[in-house]
Structures are given as C-alpha cells and as structure tokens.
C-alpha cells in the first residue's frame, strides 16, 4: 500500500483549503493509499534562527535545534512515497505557517540529508480572495521542492470561482495519483 503524506495549512477547519483537502483525501483513500493528514497550523514549528554563522549546525549533522514538532513531521515526510502540499493563499503567496516549516525542512533536506529527493509530489493553492496569487504561491513552492530534489505531478489552483467545479474533482484527482503514484511521472528536472 502505497503512503501519502498529505499536508496542509489554513487557521480555518471548514474553509476552502479544508474542503479540497478532504475531496483529494477521499480520492487518495478509495485508491487504497494509506494517508497521513498533517495540520500544520496544529502544530508547533518556530521559525529558522539561522545559527551559528547563517549556515546552521543543520548544514553539519542534518537536525534542526529547535525542539518543537518540526523532526516528527519531516521523518513523515520522508517515510511517505509522494506527499501532497495544499496552502491556503496568503499576500500571492504559502501561509506563514507553510513558510516556517518549509524553510527548516530545506536547508536539513537539501543540504544534508536528502531523504525528500524524488518524491512525486502535488502542488494545490487555495485563493479565497480576488483568486490571484495561486501561481505565485506553487512557484515558490516548487522552487524549494526542486532544491531537495523533488518533484511535481500536478499544481492545481483553486479559487472561489472555480471551487465549484474544481473541489469535486479533487476526489478524482486524488485517486489518479495515488493509483500512478509509482509510473505516472518519469520526468526529471
Ligand atoms: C493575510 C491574507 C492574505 C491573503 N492574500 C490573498 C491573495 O493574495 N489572493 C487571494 O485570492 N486571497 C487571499 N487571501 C484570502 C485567502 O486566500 C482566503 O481566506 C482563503 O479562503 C483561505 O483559505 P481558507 O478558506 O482555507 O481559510 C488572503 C487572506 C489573508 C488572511
């Protein structure tokens, strides 16, 4: 049985983020992926002090030196076989919440361990505002999944306007990737 990591960040439980999480869950799930749900806004991540002299002790041994819920979720990440990264929209770009854990889990993983390289991954922004901002937010995401050497199946952007089309087809969407999770993207970059 093939795992995912799923995970997302929004303050809201019952948002726009929320639904199109729950919609490619579904998907995943009845593709019979065994499915691990990260809340990020439920949890502790403090932001990178960039110690020592900018470089970090991270750069050395791979671990972070704060001690908070950032190790517990990067060793998900790395036992999952894809992992699927759904923001919530914030100034064109991922949550804050997004931003301090993905900064911490770059410069272990890319530096040091490589232990996220080649996972097949995809991308979802949630714009519930003037729906702008979407393509922003992958971009910057997939410009640090490329720096730890992974890589992107799909970015799909959902916006209010589109919600109502889009989030039903989340199930498919998660059910297709999860059943082509091994063979459905042979495409490095
Ligand atoms: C600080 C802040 C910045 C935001 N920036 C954008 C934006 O750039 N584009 C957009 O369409 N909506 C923006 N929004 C609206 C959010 O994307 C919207 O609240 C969205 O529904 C969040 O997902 P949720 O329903 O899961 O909370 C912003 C909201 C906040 C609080």
């Not at 911490?104 to 490589?114: E, F, M, V």
């Not at 306007?161 to 969407?173: E, F």
Request: proline share 1%.
């Amino acid at each position: 049985m093939k795992k995912v990591a799923v995970i997302w960040s929004s303050p809201n439980k019952d948002g726009l983020t929320a639904s199109a999480k729950s919609q490619f869950v579904s998907g995943l799930k009845e593709a019979g992926a065994e499915v691990t749900e990260i809340q990020l806004n439920k949890k502790k991540i403090d932001h990178c002090r960039a110690c020592g002299d900018g470089w970090g002790t991270c750069r050395l041994n791979g671990a972070c030196v704060i001690q908070d819920d950032f190790a517990e979720i990067y060793q998900t990440l790395a036992e999952a076989d894809g992992i699927v990264w759904i923001s919530a929209v914030y100034w064109s770009d991922m949550t804050e919440a997004f931003k301090a854990f993905f900064d911490r889990l770059r410069r272990c993983d890319a530096i040091k361990n490589h232990l996220l390289a080649d996972k097949r991954c995809v991308l979802i922004a949630c714009a519930g505002g003037t729906g702008r901002g979407t393509l922003e937010c992958m971009t910057q995401f997939e410009r640090g999944l490329t720096h730890m050497g992974m890589r992107v199946y799909d970015r799909i952007s959902v916006v209010r306007y589109n919600a109502g089309y889009i989030v039903p087809a989340l199930a498919n969407a998660g059910r297709t990737y999860a059943e082509t999770l091994e063979t459905g993207f042979d495409m490095y970059y």
